[in-house]
């Protein structure tokens, strides 16, 4: 197969993406110095931001807009489900099912996975699958297991609906709104949801309220020594694909090799991040754990064989997962627990907007 | 300074001599015009129309069609001295179900006589591999449904149908894309002249009239055999393949019009 050829032109195109990507990088710290990005600040203690802010340089307006696209269950094929009705903020966006629950009845095939952080995200899903913020939200809204709505069906309803034309044509001007407009707008507010101020950051960065107990400081020291090799840095994730050995084989669910088609990738997931884990349950991609004490406890006594098992979950006399005593456990319980953040959880900017909620159907309770 | 009278006029006469040979030259090579693509496409020896015709592969089996879309990218035209122009940022949506897609125009083509033309049936991977939707414009835009949202990237080429030699009939469903190793999709066409030329110039908009013929998908270098093909879905070796197909044998030249 020909792949494309690196033609003079395409060159030049390069050089001109180049001086057009510095034009707006410049312009945006200018813009950046006018109107401090209040909705998009790196926290002292995590890494660079992956998503490209320039290009879609944070407003209230469009922050606002971003929300109600997100609460807005208009979007999904029959009306019953917005994006919040699975990712819903007291939960970390998460929904409490083992399974996505989406348009009349039907089941995604994976857990739904928590909301926060994502513009430190190099690709998205499980499967990594997506790669990047902006295209992320065209999955749920498509796939027919959740909101089931082809992408020309949701402009056209936008297009049909005075209050969401002003609002668009506000920030992008007149006109039809359009594929970028949507996904830029709804990334305004997913971009947004930063998790940063648990009791944990606060230990971190040394400011007020930054106390551990003694037995979460045994509990992080642990983590260093048994965990941090995946869930790494400040983000509890390294982003990369892992078979955690929850199963022997995979026939319904193959995770990174869905995309990869490689067998190298089979049983191989994201690697999820750890905040707000403490509210997030059910666990694990297919959400098979009810509770924290059950992960621990596949950790330290559920490791399955596969040719794919992680190399970190092999210790070196042959026994598979973490050793770990019911005590060391109860100290990683602690200090998981220190990673739960209110501001996430309860923050009035990140809930729905009063006219979405008149909107919302009774779904709100679905993950009661 | 003693100057005979025919020096003078030479004086005068060659700087103006030079200004006019440079804008000669200068418009030489400025000249461009425009070339119109047309595409027929057909199921062996007839035109297709969707959900009608019965196309018939090469080991007899036989589909009819619901669907029938396939980008065309990143054009290049060469010359018979081997040089080449490759028009910036073209990418085509051919629909089968909206006419108007059937023909499509390529401007600014430098004026000269070509021999050959080529192009991606697909997208390049620099492109579809982009993260900003505001990149994907017109014929490349998501909401025209050829993208799939859950592994990014544009699907290269969609037929939808019916298998109708089986018993029952089955549906059948070929998307395939794919633009990163071992599953890259990415095919080039360069369908032959046999000897015509195309001549560029300006103001004139010569027509290259190209035929695809559907029953390629699934014959050529690796044949699939309908009965137990159960569909293309994602970038696999599969897809692959069944590009290999379509870049080998779809598309053909059937006529170039000088205008």
Same mark, same amino acid.
């Given at each position: 197969m020909a792949g494309p050829?690196?033609? @003079?032109?395409?060159?030049?195109?390069?050089?001109w993406l180049l001086l057009a990507t510095l034009g707006v990088v410049g312009s945006a710290a200018v813009a950046h110095l006018r109107q401090p990005a209040a909705t998009l600040v790196t926290p002292a203690n995590f890494p660079a931001l992956v998503y490209e802010v320039a290009k879609n340089q944070p407003n209230e307006a469009t922050f606002e807009l971003g929300r109600q696209l997100f609460y807005d269950p208009r979007l999904s094929s029959d009306g019953t489900v917005s994006c919040g009705s699975c990712h819903q903020q007291s939960r970390a966006f998460t929904d409490g099912q083992a399974l996505a629950l989406g348009v009349a009845g039907r089941r995604s095939a994976r857990n739904t996975p928590a909301l926060q952080n994502l513009g430190w995200h190099r690709s998205f899903m499980a499967d990594g699958g997506v790669r990047g913020l902006e295209l992320q939200a065209l999955a749920p809204l498509t796939s027919p297991q959740e909101m089931n709505e082809p992408l020309a069906d949701a402009l056209a309803k936008l297009n049909a609906d005075p209050e969401y034309r002003r609002r668009f044509a506000a920030i992008y001007g007149p006109g039809q709104i359009d594929t970028p407009q949507f996904l830029k707008a709804l990334a305004q *507010? &997913?971009?947004?949801? &930063?998790?940063?101020?648990?009791?944990?950051? !606060?230990?971190?960065?040394?400011? @007020?309220?930054?106390?551990?107990?003694?037995?979460?400081?045994?509990?992080?020291?642990?983590?260093? %020594? !048994?965990?941090?090799?995946?869930?790494? &840095?400040?983000? *509890?994730?390294?982003?990369?694909?892992?078979?955690?050995?929850?199963?022997?084989?995979? @026939?319904?669910?193959?995770?990174r090799a869905h995309i990869s088609q490689q067998p190298t990738d089979a049983g191989r997931f994201r690697v999820?991040?750890?905040?707000?884990?403490?509210?997030?349950? @059910?666990?694990?991609?297919?959400?098979? *754990? %009810? &509770?924290?004490? %059950?992960v621990l406890d596949h950790y330290a006594h559920g490791v399955r064989p596969s040719r794919t098992l992680d190399p970190l979950l092999r210790q070196p006399d042959g026994r598979r997962g973490l050793p770990l005593t019911a005590q060391q456990q109860q100290e990683l319980l602690a200090f998981l627990n220190t990673l739960t953040d209110n501001n996430l959880l309860t923050n009035p900017r990140f809930a729905p907007p009063l006219s979405a909620a008149r909107n919302q159907p009774p779904v709100a309770s679905v993950g009661r | 300074m003693n100057l005979r009278p025919s020096t003078l006029l030479g004086l005068l006469v060659l700087p103006l001599a030079l200004f006019s040979g440079c804008k000669k030259d200068s418009d030489t090579l400025t000249s461009t015009g425009s070339v119109n693509f047309?595409?027929?496409?057909?199921?062996?020896?007839?035109?297709?129309?969707?959900?009608?015709?019965?196309?018939?592969? +090469?080991?007899?089996?036989?589909?009819?069609? #619901?669907? =029938?879309?396939y980008y065309l990218s990143n054009i290049k035209f060469t010359k018979s001295d081997g040089t080449t122009y490759a028009a910036p940022d073209t990418y085509f949506l051919v629909d089968q179900a909206k006419p108007k897609s059937l023909s499509f125009t390529v401007p600014n083509v430098p004026a000269g006589d070509y021999t050959s033309v080529s192009f991606i049936v697909g997208v390049d991977a620099q492109k579809t591999g982009l993260t900003d939707p505001a990149t994907f414009t017109g014929d490349l835009n998501q909401a025209n449904n050829m993208y799939w949202t859950w592994?990014?990237?544009?699907? =290269?080429?969609?037929?939808?149908?019916?298998?109708?030699?089986?018993?029952?009939n089955k549906p059948l469903t070929c998307h395939i894309g794919g633009y990163t190793d071992p599953n890259n999709a990415i095919v080039m066409a360069a369908p032959a002249f046999n000897g015509a030329k195309l001549t560029v110039q300006a103001k004139h908009t010569p027509q290259l009239a190209l035929v695809a013929n559907?029953?390629?998908?699934?014959?050529?270098?690796?044949?699939?055999?309908?009965?137990? =093909?159960?569909?293309?879905?994602?970038?696999? +070796?599969? #897809?692959?393949?069944?590009?290999q197909n379509y870049a080998a044998g779809m598309f053909t030249v059937e006529k170039i019009t000088a205008e």
């Open positions: 050829r690196r033609t @003079p032109w395409v060159s030049r195109r390069i050089s *507010f &997913t971009s947004a949801l &930063t998790s940063a101020d648990s009791r944990y950051d !606060k230990y971190v960065r040394h400011e @007020p309220g930054g106390t551990l107990t003694a037995p979460e400081q045994r509990g992080l020291a642990l983590f260093q %020594q !048994k965990c941090s090799g995946c869930h790494a &840095t400040d983000l *509890f994730t390294d982003e990369s694909f892992r078979n955690n050995g929850l199963d022997r084989t995979f @026939p319904v669910d193959s995770g999820p991040s750890l905040r707000n884990v403490a509210r997030t349950a @059910p666990y694990m991609h297919d959400g098979r *754990f %009810q &509770t924290l004490p %059950q | 047309t595409v027929r496409n057909v199921a062996g020896s007839q035109d297709l129309a969707l959900n009608n015709t019965v196309a018939t592969t +090469a080991a007899g089996e036989k589909f009819t069609v #619901s669907t =029938f879309e592994n990014s990237g544009h699907i =290269f080429l969609k037929l939808e149908g019916t298998i109708t030699s089986t018993t029952p559907i029953t390629k998908v699934f014959d050529g270098p690796n044949p699939v055999v309908l009965s137990t =093909f159960t569909g293309a879905h994602m970038p696999n +070796a599969q #897809s692959v393949q069944i590009a």
